[in-house]
């Protein structure tokens, strides 16, 4: 079936030529990542139409425009609900769209809120404290070293080698810097020493599937013990990701079973990734999950990992457009009536 696909997303040329700093545009894509993803969608015999960020698809939507999806990568700039903006309008107007829904979105975005239903599923995940001020970093009961990052946001912002803290009389004091700066709560965890896995998953429910699963080694030149900020900018210089199969090595079996059950148990829905640590033990433990992964076809983990595997950037976008298709109503009532 031929669709016309709309194209939400955050450009971030748009931002910085309006003043944003580098860091603030960190998770928003570039022009060429939108350039791909139109191509790919066009090669799979569908129209596409670019609509831009949340305020122009809202502007689109008053004006009376309307799709059979939208292909939605959007971001958002403010807030904890940023994520869940497009997701919002759409679902006000009934029209269906790629990833996750505003529930999910706002969820993942807050670590602590996301590690909290993880557990609660039985899915392995570190112990953790979100704290609000510095002052309450007296209430953590793990003991060090700990890992300190904003509890939302993404990209790897926020995150340095200053984030490890060893010495519990220091957590204070790196917890009120990372408050000061993103003005928002930090989530503190245990340090956990051992491999850093990624692990893409397609598909919605119980058709979701593992993709595969890319090991982090940082190299030389990057920032050591963290998988820093600094360190996902240049990638290219710092990072080497290496595939990793599960039928060969137990610890990634375990890896992508406990990605899969918590994609499940948070309701994600089309593609996204899975970021695991291992603990002192060995043993793979839930991280993040992002919903909203960025897919430029060379520098994005979930298309690496893809490359690994030998599956083309449009055998991704044909699976994920092909999962969100499934949720386009089979009715004559037409979109937008009340």
């Known amino acids: 079936m031929t669709m016309t696909i709309g194209l939400t997303y955050d450009l971030r040329s748009e931002y910085l030529a ?45 004006a009376g425009r309307r799709w059979d999806l939208v292909f939605n990568i959007a971001e958002g700039m403010h807030g904890i609900g940023r994520e869940a903006q497009v997701p919002t309008l759409l679902d006000m107007y009934h029209i269906p769209y790629t990833f996750s829904d505003p529930l999910v979105m706002s969820l993942s ?5 996301t590690k909290r239903v993880v557990r ?17 970093t007296l209430s953590v009961t793990f003991a060090p070293p700990s890992f ?22 220091d957590l204070e004091a790196a917890c009120a810097r990372l408050i000061h700066t993103f003005l928002q709560p930090v989530i503190i965890e245990p340090y956990l ?16 599937r593992v993709l ?3 090991e982090v080694h940082l190299l030389d030149t990057a ?6 900020y600094v360190n996902k900018e240049e990638c290219e210089s710092r990072v080497l990701y290496t595939l990793r199969r599960a039928k060969e090595d137990p610890v990634v079996a375990e890896a992508e079973n406990v990605a899969l059950a918590a994609w499940r148990a948070l309701g994600c829905r089309d593609a996204g990734r899975m970021d695991l640590r291992c603990d ?59």
């Not at 939108?34 to 609509?51: K, M």
């Not at 975005?109 to 809120?113: A, N, Q, T």
């Open 18 to 62: 309006e003043g944003f700093s580098e860091e603030e545009t960190a998770e928003f894509d570039r022009d060429d990542t939108i350039t791909a993803i139109e191509s790919t969608i066009r090669s799979l015999g569908h129209r596409t139409e670019r609509i831009g960020h949340s305020r122009q698809l809202a502007a689109a939507l008053v």
């Open 109 to 113: 975005l807050h670590k602590g809120m």
């Open 120 to 136: 609660d599923a039985g899915v392995p995940t570190s112990d953790f404290s979100v704290v609000e001020s510095p002052e309450d």
């Open 148 to 169: 300190v990052k904003p509890v939302a946001e993404g990209t790897g912002k926020g995150v340095t080698p200053q984030s490890i803290v060893r010495n519990k009389n």
């Open 193 to 208: 020493p051992g491999r850093e896995f990624t692990t893409g998953i397609v598909g919605t429910g119980a058709r979701a």
């Open 212 to 214: 595969g699963t890319i």
């Open 223 to 228: 920032e050591q013990g963290v998988y820093s």
């Open 280 to 338: 002192e033990n060995g043993h793979p433990q839930f991280i993040e999950v992002n919903p909203l992964a960025g897919i430029h076809p060379e520098h994005s983990d979930l298309p690496i990992i893809c490359s690994h595997l030998g599956i083309s950037y449009r055998e991704l976008i044909g699976w994920i457009i092909e999962s969100a298709a499934a949720r386009i109503p089979q009715t004559d009532h037409p979109r937008g009536a009340t």
